[in-house]
């Protein structure tokens, strides 16, 4: 499978997650200081969109890495999917702000950003690109990484989204 094919099944499966939920569902809280499914939605959002601007970076004049991966998606889904009990708090940038009033808005969103990525991926050689762009936790890793790691932080909340799901 291709990394377009990869992110168009991993939005897909997203949007299998909270498709026919309710307006009530997607802004049920368990919590004051926990998320919202839409805010979840919002966080993926904003996360794509980051990782649209890193692999649309141009690469440096010198390029010192000689791997086109440096995690790989095996690493990038045990540290994101797997361990998902260790929680992080997301930076500001990437904190939700409410910006969408329905999960219909916060999917046109992310089709919109995912059809970007997509269409970039499948019209350069990002799988050649060996230069590294720097991830606020994880250091420095490939455009390729930056796909695996879109893919497993959306695994991560789609697993999260079920559990809102049933405590609902």
């Known amino acids: 499978m291709t990394l377009s094919e990869k992110l168009q099944a991993n939005t897909i499966a997203l949007f299998n997650t909270i498709d026919s939920l309710a307006q009530a569902e997607v802004e049920f809280k368990s919590s004051p200081d926990s998320w919202s499914i839409l805010e979840c939605v919002e966080h993926i959002f904003l996360v794509d969109k980051a990782v649209y601007k890193s692999i649309f970076t141009p690469a440096p004049e010198t390029v010192e890495n000689d ?3 440096l995690f790989g998606e ?3 889904n045990h540290l994101l999917v797997t361990k998902r009990d260790f929680k ?3 930076p500001v940038p990437v904190t939700p702000t409410n ?3 329905t999960i219909e808005e916060a999917k046109q969103n992310i089709n919109a950003i995912i059809d970007q ?4 991926i499948s019209t350069h050689k990002i799988e050649e ?3 590294t762009i720097k991830h606020i936790r994880l ?3 490939t455009k390729v990484d930056w796909i695996h790691f879109l893919i497993s932080h ?3 909340h789609i697993l999260q989204i079920e559990a809102i799901k049933k405590s609902v």
């Open 129 to 131: 690109e060996t230069h």
């Open 117 to 120: 990525i997509i269409d970039h």
């Open 88 to 90: 992080v708090v997301a």
């Open 67 to 69: 791997k086109t991966e």
């Open 74 to 76: 095996g690493k990038l």
């Open 99 to 101: 910006r969408f009033k």
């Open 139 to 141: 250091g420095e890793m």
């Open 154 to 156: 959306t695994n991560r």
